[in-house]
């Protein structure tokens, strides 16, 4: 497909319908909670654009951002992600390499300057100087820097990218931050998630190039329509934990009749994200269902909080040793108190004090 | 660190450090205290000691005849706000969770929901507490401000709780941290005020009831 050809066209002559189209309109229109006249009128916006440019950047990641989109369940998504975007530069997925690469992400940058999407995966080390990686001689911070200046937008994939993530994890040994943390003046959408949902990934690109515009976001950053609510409140297993019936194992009566997985750490209360409603593979499951707590992946900080098998009614410390020390120094001063006033009444009395 | 990392992390320790201080050092400062032998000779027909203080225990437990209704109100609502913070605290989950975080101990807990309903009721109860204290000449001006602080203090969790668990207001973890500062608040302040009456009632009244008895008090 030529970049100057419509979406529209492309897409017919690759066999898929209008009425393909118009269905997977529908189907990011009911995702993202947009009116019913917005599948249609995002059909027709996305028939007639022209492919997004879209730069790929993969930093200090592990490579599951790119697997889940592109092994998503759905052949028809992982096809129309791909035919909606000019996928320019892309590490793992371009079949060149070296200076050839190079070359065709410096062409992407001044061919659609001010117009093409940066997709980031991965977290941006600048310990050493951003000596812990670096692609064809520049640091991960350069890459990003001078990628960003004429992008339209940037789209940070993965909790890496949005908040740091695993390498962000203490003691971050190599400095990691997320891409909000180095891209400013520019705007930057978080979908967060390890790895984020594919749906997310499709649905955001999809809504930017029918409405020309971000969806509506959270203090996160993150499009509301896919983080507005947590994975507690759609949580199947709900009435489970109203009801007050925990699993206290991972296998016993509890957890085999599926009730609720809070005593097992499970972060889903603070977690927001989509998978209890979207799920994974097609729908099939997510990890609750599995029988696992939520991890709470797609929220800043989440290997940072007190272990995923910890309840998150406890404390995410251990304070027996300062609360050992506070009450042996509270002994102590009341022991002295009392040994005070004994002095006291003894003077009182008369007596010499031996 | 977001507010609810810092809540459940070292500002809940911290409270829980306060806690142990407090606590340990009202109670070894008392109960090291020289125990000055009552040289008196007992009333005839007083009871033994333990008997007395046990007596009065369980006197005080009771409204008192003699102060007819005025007296009824007091206790009455003091069993419901009493009770109902013991079964906060001791039956819903996630607070059996946090006590098992710190002592390793855990038991059975009641559903969610009468919980919440013990939560609204104990609440109402606070709050009749608090307008009886202003409404009553005789108990507002024997009131101090370490008696309100108490009050709040101890409403405040059980407010944010309920915040927390219907979601108002707020979002969840920002409701959640709110209610687990306002826990540390209660622990933090416990063992220096009023609050402390928690470990020290039954020593006060079984002290004073043994005192009084020996003294031929007809209490
Ligand atoms: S399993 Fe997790 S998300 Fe589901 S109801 Fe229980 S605590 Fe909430």
Request: glycine share 4%.
């Given at each position: 497909?030529?970049?100057?050809?419509?979406?529209?066209?492309?897409?017919?002559?690759?066999?898929?319908?209008?009425?393909?189209?118009?269905?997977?309109?529908?189907?990011?229109?009911?995702?993202?909670?947009?009116?019913?006249?917005?599948?249609?009128?995002?059909?027709?916006?996305?028939?007639?654009?022209r492919r997004q440019s879209v730069i790929w950047l993969s930093f200090q990641e592990c490579t599951g951002c790119t697997e889940s989109l592109t092994r998503s369940f759905s052949p028809t998504l992982e096809d129309l992600i791909f035919n909606l975007i000019s996928l320019d530069y892309h590490h793992t997925l371009m079949a060149v390499s070296g200076a050839a690469a190079e070359a065709a992400r410096l062409e992407a940058m001044k061919e659609n300057a001010g117009k093409y999407l940066v997709v980031v995966d991965g977290s941006v080390p600048l310990g050493d100087d951003g000596a812990y990686s670096t692609i064809a001689g520049i640091t991960n911070r350069q890459m990003l820097t001078e990628t960003v200046e004429h992008a339209l937008a940037v789209i940070s994939v993965g909790t890496c990218a949005a908040f740091g993530g695993l390498p962000h994890a203490d003691p971050n040994p190599t400095g990691a931050v997320p891409v909000s943390a180095i891209v400013t003046g520019?705007?930057?959408?978080?979908?967060?998630?390890?790895?984020?949902?594919?749906?997310?990934?499709?649905?955001?690109?999809?809504?930017?190039?029918?409405?020309?515009?971000?969806?509506?976001?959270?203090?996160l950053h993150r499009p509301k329509a896919f983080f507005g609510d947590s994975i507690h409140d759609r949580c199947y297993r709900r009435p489970f934990y109203e009801r007050g019936m925990f699993a206290k194992s991972f296998d016993d009566d509890g957890a085999r009749n599926g009730w609720c997985l809070y005593e097992l750490g499970c972060k889903g209360p603070v977690t927001y994200n989509s998978c209890a409603t979207l799920k994974w593979n097609g729908g099939t499951s997510f990890p609750i269902q599995s029988g696992h707590g939520c991890l709470g992946c797609s929220e800043p900080g989440f290997w940072d909080k007190g272990g995923f098998y910890r309840p998150l009614a406890a404390g995410t410390g251990s304070p027996g040793v300062a609360v050992g020390a506070a009450a042996i120094g509270g002994v102590a001063v009341g022991a002295a108190s009392a040994a005070l006033h004994r002095r006291?009444?003894?003077?009182?009395g008369g007596e010499k004090p031996k | 660190m977001t507010l609810l990392d810092a809540a459940r992390g070292p500002v809940l320790q911290l409270a829980l450090a306060i806690f142990a201080f407090g606590v340990a050092w009202r109670l070894s400062s008392l109960l090291l205290l020289p125990f000055a032998r009552d040289k008196s000779l007992p009333r005839t027909g007083a009871p033994p000691a333990a008997f007395a203080a046990l007596r009065e225990i369980l006197r005080r437990s009771w409204p008192q005849k003699s102060f007819g209704r005025a007296s009824l109100f007091m206790t009455v609502n003091s069993y419901v706000f009493h009770l109902g913070l013991a079964l906060i605290v001791f039956a819903f989950a996630p607070h059996i969770l946090f006590i098992k975080s710190l002592f390793g101990v855990s038991w059975g807990n009641l559903p969610n929901n009468v919980i919440y309903a013990v939560a609204v009721v104990t609440v109402a109860s606070l709050a009749a507490a608090l307008i009886r204290r202003i409404s009553n000449p005789v108990q507002r001006i024997i009131s101090t401000f370490d008696d309100y602080v108490a009050w709040f203090v101890t409403l405040l969790p059980v407010l944010t709780g309920l915040a927390?668990?219907?979601?108002?207001?707020?979002?969840?973890?920002?409701?959640?941290?709110?209610?687990?500062?306002?826990?540390?608040?209660?622990?933090?302040?416990?063992?220096?005020?009023?609050?402390?009456?928690?470990?020290?009632?039954?020593?006060t009244r079984g002290m004073t009831g043994a005192y009084l008895s020996r003294r031929g008090a007809q209490l």
């Open positions: 497909m030529s970049d100057r050809e419509t979406l529209g066209a492309a897409l017919a002559r690759c066999g898929i319908s209008r009425r393909a189209l118009l269905k997977y309109s529908s189907y990011l229109a009911t995702l993202m909670a947009l009116p019913p006249a917005a599948s249609s009128a995002m059909a027709e916006a996305l028939a007639k654009a520019k705007p930057v959408i978080n979908i967060s998630g390890c790895p984020p949902l594919p749906e997310a990934m499709a649905g955001t690109v999809s809504y930017i190039l029918s409405f020309g515009k971000l969806p509506e976001l959270d203090h006291r009444l003894h003077d009182q | 927390a668990a219907s979601h108002l207001i707020a979002r969840y973890e920002t409701l959640l941290a709110i209610h687990i500062l306002s826990v540390a608040l209660f622990l933090a302040w416990l063992p220096f005020g009023k609050l402390m009456h928690a470990f020290l009632v039954f020593v």
